[in-house]
């Protein structure tokens, strides 16, 4: 994508995202291009990325439908982000050392954007992104990457006003940094799995 495109690709993304662009809302070539201050040809182009990626559905004449978020997806997504986090945290285990040094800078961030809930999500993002990646696998570490697209906007990212989750998410990054400086397996793929876990159930409650 050119610059033009990428950004209309950019803005209309982060407002799914965040849930300014509600699912079944539907958007109008003309109405993105006066918000991004482009011509219609890159808003086509952008919306064309975004529709690949499941967030848009393209209707001829119309626009773009911002596709709704079912209860099904939220099952479906929540069982592939465990399955893939899971498994490419066993494959990581063997360079843990180096892991950990890696999570570092993550967790800083994290320490730094405790009242910034977007900052504090990307942050958690880019750590859980880089276990991943260790495992060495590409393919799955942009399914990863589109299984977490899909979570932020089902509501998990939404931070605002809690900062006992803050908390208690911060906590559970620090011990799962700390369990890779031990020699202990089985416990490391405990905490990855129970992590996962609670931040479903976090969707769960977020979206009930």
């Excluded at 003309?30 to 919306?47: K, W």
């Excluded at 994290?110 to 809930?117: I, K, L, N, Q, Y």
């Excluded at 559970?172 to 369990?179: I, K, V, W």
Aim: charged share 25%; proline share 3%; hydrophobic share 45%.
């Amino acid at each position: 994508m050119d610059t033009a495109s990428s950004r209309v690709y950019a803005q209309v993304k982060h407002g799914i995202l965040d849930r300014s662009l509600a699912g079944g809302q539907l958007l109008t070539e003309g109405e993105i291009a006066d918000l991004v201050g482009v011509s219609r040809t890159p808003v086509r182009e952008g919306l064309l990325q975004l529709q690949a990626e499941g967030l848009v559905h393209l209707i001829p004449k119309r626009g773009a439908l911002v596709v709704p978020v079912s209860p099904a997806e939220v099952e479906d997504v929540l069982e592939a982000r465990e399955l893939v986090e899971v498994h490419t945290a066993a494959r990581a285990w063997a360079r843990r050392a180096d892991l950990a040094v890696d999570l570092v800078p993550h967790l800083q961030d994290m320490r730094a954007a405790v009242d910034d809930p977007w900052a504090f999500t990307a942050a958690d993002r880019a750590f859980h992104a880089t276990v991943v990646r260790s495992a060495g696998n590409e393919v799955l570490s942009a399914l990863y990457d589109s299984l977490r697209d899909r979570q932020m906007r089902m509501g998990v990212a939404n931070l605002h006003g809690s900062g006992d989750r803050v908390a208690t998410a911060l906590a559970d990054h620090e011990a799962l940094r700390a369990s890779l400086l031990g020699d202990d397996v089985d416990a490391w793929l405990h905490l990855v799995r129970d992590h996962v876990r609670r931040a479903g159930d976090r969707l769960r409650a977020v979206r009930r």
